[in-house]
């Protein structure tokens, strides 16, 4: 491995092996983490990209002491809620280096309770850490499932934001595609492990409800804990989309960076606002949000209201501490 490994983001851990003990190391350059929405396969697309594969002795002997875990920020969220777009707009404060769902800590969620991949998790924090010459703060996009993770990330890193969405619009978001609830589905189980009984949940529409509040319920935990003491915040994606430079300013505040002067006219510029989140080439802004958005409101009428009765009843069974805050998260504020 280079000489420069243990302090350059240049050499991004692409996955790892825990039968083998072995792992993937690639050689990325700045352009190639903005580009990206998910440093997966989908990364390697656009060019050839050089690596090597290291078993996890010579990637330990490689990396030495870590760059500051206090550096390493993070954007979770509860998945299709605008976290892509988000990411991409924190990218333009100078400073950010902007990390979408790395595939190492996919493999850490899947793995939690195994104890050959959670000791992974050290190294795969230190080689978050790492940045460019110009980079002041790594702000981590994981996939949503990770924030099944985050009470065992969270401890020795910098600050954290859940992004989310209301119910009603995240039902009318994830009920639209097949595709989009079997990947929720799929992950109920690590989703609810150890988490609060709930009333039980037959429907699409329900059992998506349940996924909702038990990512609402435990970030309300995680705010709870001391020791995370004003290092949390959420933030409503609506109000990203009503005002999105200052929405996105006190974010960034929060992470303890500045915007700088001519924010909003760097994000016009960008044309971030107009272009899909995700794949920059397809034009996608809030008005063609809406629009989608109301047609699978009305397509999936039934589906929704399944969701949102189940939700109010679950909330019922909570302690009014939770649920009256909770309650105001179902639908779109006015």
Excluded at 76 to 89: K, W
Excluded at 266 to 279: C, V
Aim: charge should be negative; hydrophobic fraction near 45%.
């Amino acid at each position: 491995l280079p000489p420069d490994f243990s302090r350059s983001a240049a050499y991004p851990l692409f996955a790892f092996d825990t039968g083998e003990n072995r792992a993937w190391v690639l050689h990325f350059e700045a352009d190639d983490y903005r580009r990206a929405s998910f440093l997966d396969q989908r990364a390697l697309g656009r060019r050839d990209v050089s690596g090597w594969t290291v078993d996890r002795a010579e990637l330990e002997a490689a990396l030495g002491p870590s760059a500051p875990l206090r550096e390493v920020h993070w954007l979770f969220h509860i998945g299709h809620c605008g976290s892509s777009l988000v990411s991409r707009l924190l990218d333009l404060v100078p400073g950010v280096l902007g990390l979408r769902e790395p595939l190492p800590l996919l493999a850490l969620a899947h793995g939690r309770d195994n104890p050959v991949a959670a000791s992974w998790e050290p190294l795969v924090l230190a080689l978050l850490a790492r940045g460019f010459v110009d980079s002041r703060a790594v702000i981590v996009k994981p996939t949503s499932v990770v924030t099944t993770l985050a009470d065992r990330l969270l401890p020795a890193t910098g600050r954290a934001c859940l992004l989310w969405v209301d119910l009603h619009t995240w039902l009318a978001t994830m009920l639209r595609d097949r595709h989009l609830i079997e990947g929720v589905l799929s992950t109920e189980p690590l989703r609810l492990a150890q988490q609060r009984p709930l009333p039980p949940a037959e429907t699409d529409g329900a059992r998506l409800a349940r996924a909702w509040l038990v990512e609402q319920l435990r970030w309300l935990g995680l705010t709870a804990d001391p020791a995370l003491a004003g290092r949390l915040t959420d933030l409503d994606f609506a109000e990203v989309l009503r005002d999105p430079a200052p929405a996105v300013a006190r974010l960034a505040a929060h992470y303890g960076l500045d915007v700088p002067e001519d924010w909003a006219q760097r994000i016009k510029a960008s044309e971030l606002l107009s272009r899909y989140a995700k794949d920059g080439e397809a034009h996608f802004d809030a008005n063609a949000r809406r629009r989608e958005l109301a047609a699978a409101a009305e397509k999936h009428a039934d589906g929704i209201a399944d969701g949102m009765q189940w939700a109010k009843a679950a909330l019922d069974t909570l302690d009014d501490g939770d649920s009256a805050p909770l309650s105001l998260r179902l639908r779109p504020r006015t």
